[in-house]
């Protein structure tokens, strides 16, 4: 539930907060706003004497963090976002701005200077509005603001300080200390915004959101003002800022691309949890889907900025905030568009970034910096047992794709740590752990993808080319086979199904079934989640015997006993008798014929009011991850990712209807069909 009206009117929305701050993300995740993250790859790095005031350079840099992710993601992640937030988040004592300590040291020397007195704390917020005009170029309109929270700090001793120091809470806090956390016990005072000290002033960035919603009403209209120099709008605002010219700088704008069309769901980061919230919608049997393959993929357009832009000066606002910049860019009509080739080497890198990232994985770089961050690429070599000079190329392109952050230590060494990526999803024990899914990945995907030409050629699958073994039973002879092979799958099977389950299981409201079947649910991943949100609800998970017996290891410890397994082949057996069907990720294994002989198996399993509920990967002709997806069934099985109207075709030759769907936002789609 969005309590918040003007966070609801960004429903629908693509939300970006260009920021690896896991304390911002749960300031705005708590708003029920969903959202993407995508950190930012801008170098804090701005010459502080430049600016006038502490707040014009967290504005500054805010500012360039927003808009490196608005122009990275039409070329990286195929997609233009619809807002994009950036926030920078400082100290200032006695004139002097800290960010986040280097070193122990440098914790030290900022505590030490905050000590026994009040600070500001500034928080930079820049919202970008990203908007295709006329000529599928990208307006970018801005709006930017700051708060600031003083603080005042008791007297702090040499031990606590060292104390708090080797907590190690400082490293990456602005000014060295966490106010929510340990370094609350350092704050006599606080006047302000508590959360503004924390990373994100929430009160005043859905403030800012009201005045530009209710008193332009621009950021959803059409208006999107013409591109020029000089024709700045600005906002009402509750905050006078004269941002320092000299350092203003129109931002680079050489990347802009034909957009894809807003689909109208996106791929969210947020509590998502009551299917209120997500967008259902019923898919037409044969019907007229053709928006659904209406696409235009973002083609990387050179562009220079309007030479006239560069010299925008900040104009003299009258007395509102400084906000928009309208940011038009002209297209280069002559020689190499240098975003197409841009583009072009972003796809031509992209197996290259997936082989660092896979081998980074099994060498066991995230564990290592987990436990003990600010290693060296020597130290980590030698933990790892890897050349020196390997490991600091692949520490560094974990870096450059945003896996793992570095900085210069106080004896001027390049140190690394985890980036909130590889927090959230690379650690072995982390609750959303997607290693198993990359060890699959890497172990057996890749080489049967090097063999993708023979695939398309043939249109088969690859395992006797990549393996060296026919594959007459896809699961019997590939994957389950051979113990460490089989526990590798089911290992990945389960990363994916505990990333995506939540999801899934609340897609629809399921309240009214008693009875599941999870037909292939292997490590009973989702029935778990499916007992979590639906407290009535028993599941029997129906897998071959040889799943069925390894199953035990993935078993939650905690778990109420509404899952149960039962071994067979739901091809070849009886299967078991429930309201709800439940199908992930199983029907893209399979070509059509052999889905109709599962449809059919269910449907004569089900009584009127039952349904099935299948979670796959759905083609819509604008995400590349379910085409990618397509072509990893295409070397690895006999099957296919499918369009939302083909499953609807195949379900309604057995007796199924009323078929609705919600594209959760993330890995896997949702469809729900009745036995009409
Ligand atoms: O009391 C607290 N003060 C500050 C913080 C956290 O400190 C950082 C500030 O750094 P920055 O604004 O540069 O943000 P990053 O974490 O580097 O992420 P970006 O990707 O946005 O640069 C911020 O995380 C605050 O949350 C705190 O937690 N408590």
Redesign the pocket.
């Known amino acids: 539930m969005v309590l918040n009206p003007v966070i609801s009117k960004l429903a629908g929305k693509l939300v970006v907060l260009?920021?690896?701050?896991?304390?911002?993300m749960e300031i705005l995740r708590n708003t029920g706003l969903r959202f993407e993250v995508v950190?930012?790859w801008f170098k804090?790095t701005l010459d502080k004497e430049k600016f006038k005031a502490p707040y014009e350079y967290a504005v500054e840099t805010a500012k360039h963090?927003a808009l490196e992710v608005a122009k990275r993601m039409p070329l990286n992640h195929l997609k233009t976002p619809d807002v994009v937030i950036?926030?920078?988040?400082?100290v200032a004592v006695d004139g002097t701005i800290l960010?986040?300590p280097v070193d122990k040291n440098d914790a030290y020397r900022m505590l030490s200077r905050l000590s026994g007195k009040e600070h500001s704390?500034y928080?930079g917020v820049v919202i970008v509005l990203c908007h295709e005009n006329e000529n599928k170029s990208v307006d970018y309109r801005l709006i930017d603001f700051y708060e600031e929270t003083k603080v005042k700090f008791a007297d702090l001793s040499e031990s606590m300080l060292w104390e708090y120091i080797d907590s190690g809470e400082p490293m990456?806090?602005?000014?060295g200390?966490?106010?929510?956390a340990l370094?609350g016990m350092l704050v006599e005072r606080v006047h302000g915004d508590f959360l503004n000290?924390?990373?994100f002033p929430l009160n005043h960035f859905c403030k800012q959101l009201d005045i530009v919603f209710n008193t332009s009403g621009l950021l959803l209209s059409q208006e999107i003002l013409a591109h020029s120099e000089t024709n700045v709008s600005s906002l009402a605002s509750s905050r006078i800022q004269q941002p320092n010219p000299a350092a203003m700088t129109s931002p680079d704008t050489s990347a802009k691309s034909d957009l894809l069309k807003a689909s109208c769901f996106h791929q969210t980061h947020g509590s998502q949890t009551s299917p209120s919230a997500s967008p259902v919608h019923k898919v037409k049997k044969n019907g007229d889907n053709s928006k659904e393959d209406e696409h235009t993929w973002p083609l990387g357009n050179s562009c220079s900025t309007n030479p006239a832009a560069e010299n925008t000066t900040a104009p003299s606002l009258s007395s509102r905030e400084q906000l928009t910049e309208v940011i038009g860019t002209q297209r280069e009509d002559n020689g190499p568009q240098k975003d197409d080739l841009q583009r072009i080497i972003e796809l031509m890198d992209g197996f290259k970034a997936s082989k660092a990232l896979f081998t980074a994985s099994r060498l066991g770089v995230f564990d290592l910096l987990q436990s003990r961050p600010e290693l060296d690429a020597a130290q980590v070599a030698q933990e790892i047992k890897a050349s020196v000079k390997g490991t600091q190329c692949l520490l560094d392109a974990c870096v450059s794709l945003g896996l793992l952050r570095s900085r210069e230590s106080s004896c001027q060494k390049r140190v690394y740590m985890n980036a909130a990526l590889a927090q959230g999803f690379l650690l072995s024990d982390a609750p959303h752990s997607l290693g198993g899914y990359i060890q699959h990945c890497d172990q057996t995907v890749w080489p049967l993808f090097t063999h993708l030409e023979c695939a398309v050629r043939d249109g088969t699958h690859q395992h006797e080319k990549a393996f060296g073994k026919k594959a007459n039973d896809l699961f019997q002879d590939t994957l389950y086979n051979n113990q460490d092979i089989k526990l590798r799958f089911m290992s990945a099977m389960h990363s994916i199904a505990k990333v995506t389950g939540r999801a899934v299981a609340t897609a629809f409201d399921l309240s009214r079934f008693k009875t599941a079947c999870d037909l292939g649910g292997c490590t009973g991943a989702l029935a778990h989640e499916l007992t979590k949100a639906h407290p009535e609800m028993r599941v029997t998970v129906f897998d071959l015997p040889t799943v069925v017996e390894m199953s035990g290891r993935f078993s939650p410890q905690h778990s109420e006993n509404r899952v149960s397994f039962l071994a067979g082949d739901f091809f070849e057996d009886e299967l078991p008798k429930a309201d709800l069907y439940i199908l992930a990720r199983i029907l893209h294994d399979w070509p059509d014929e052999k889905v109709h002989v599962l449809l059919r198996r269910i449907a004569d399993s089900c009584t009127s009011g039952s349904a099935v509920l299948i979670a796959e990967t759905m083609l819509d002709g604008r995400k590349p991850h379910a085409a990618l997806q397509s072509l990893n069934m295409l070397v690895q099985t006999e099957g296919m990712e499918r369009r939302e109207r083909q499953f609807a075709d195949l379900l309604c030759q057995h007796g199924f209807g009323d078929v609705q769907v919600v594209h959760t936002g993330n890995f896997l789609d949702a469809l729900i069909a009745f036995k009409m």
Do not use: C
Request: charged share 30%.
């Open positions: 260009a920021s690896a701050s896991p304390r911002r950190p930012s804090e963090k950036g926030a920078d988040t400082i960010e986040k704390v928080t990456d806090k602005a000014g200390y966490g106010i929510q370094g000290v924390v990373g």
